[in-house]
Nanobody
Framework: QVQLVESGGGLVQPGGSLRLSCAAS????????MGWYRQAPGKQRDMVAT???????TYADSVQGRFTISRDNAKNTVYLQMNSLKPEDTADYSC???????????????WGQGTQVTVSS
């Protein structure tokens, strides 16, 4: 069974920084795209940033220049460095990965359980 486990959320003041981590575990064959998504109360879940296995990144306009996504393929882990945080960044952040389990042909979209980020003074 493949799963994603996030860590690193918390409470931070405006202008502060946080680093989120998401590690995939289980019988993994390969991982293609990994990404971070967020959902604020009463709003839809939006893409924050994604990164392919070769390192190509995409960002939401609202976080461009403030957030950086990276990954360690050897550790099956994706990171989100968040700088210059704003109150509007407050949300539940979830990671997602397109994973092909070892021995399988199909690729599955796996979600982590989410981690809360609150930006407030």
């Amino acid at each position: 069974q493949v799963q994603l486990v996030e860590s690193g959320g918390g409470l931070v003041q405006p202008g502060g920084s946080l680093r989120l981590s998401c590690a995939a575990s289980g019988t993994i064959g390969s991982i293609n795209v990994m990404g971070w998504y967020r959902q604020a109360p009463g709003k839809q879940r939006d893409m924050v940033a994604t990164i392919t296995s070769s390192g190509t990144t995409t960002y939401a306009d609202s976080v461009q220049g403030r957030f950086t996504i990276s990954r360690d393929n050897a550790k099956n882990t994706v990171y989100l460095q968040m700088n210059s945080l704003k109150p509007e960044d407050t949300a539940d952040y979830s990671c997602n990965a397109a994973i092909r389990p070892s021995g399988a042909i199909s690729v599955f979209s796996i979600w982590g359980q989410g981690t809360q980020v609150t930006v407030s003074s």
